[in-house]
């Protein structure tokens, strides 16, 4: 059985609000709910397969501590655009 798109956006909408640190709860949430309805299904793929990384990696990508692997370097830009002032003080 195919997982449909608007089942889709729901889980990863909730997999983006049960992290594992409370600062990725906050951006992912928020990237979630600006984009997901939006996204193509490769991005959305994409998007799931960031969501099975590691919260402290995705937080140092986002915030710039740590190099981001090429596969998500866009996906990350477009993240860290809303995450300011939670990666670090605006």
């Known amino acids: 059985m195919t997982e449909t798109r608007e089942a889709m956006i729901k889980r990863l909408r909730m997999r983006s609000m049960r ?17 997901l309805a939006s996204m193509s299904e490769v991005e959305l793929a994409q998007y799931d397969q960031l969501l099975a990384e590691n919260d402290h990696d995705i937080y140092g990508w986002i ?12 996906l990350i830009g477009r993240i860290a655009h809303g995450a300011h002032g939670v990666t670090r003080p605006a």
């Open 19 to 35: 992290r594992g640190i409370k600062e990725m709860d906050l951006i992912l949430s928020a990237f979630a709910d600006a984009h």
């Open 63 to 74: 915030g710039g501590q740590f190099a981001v692997p090429d596969t998500y370097t866009d």
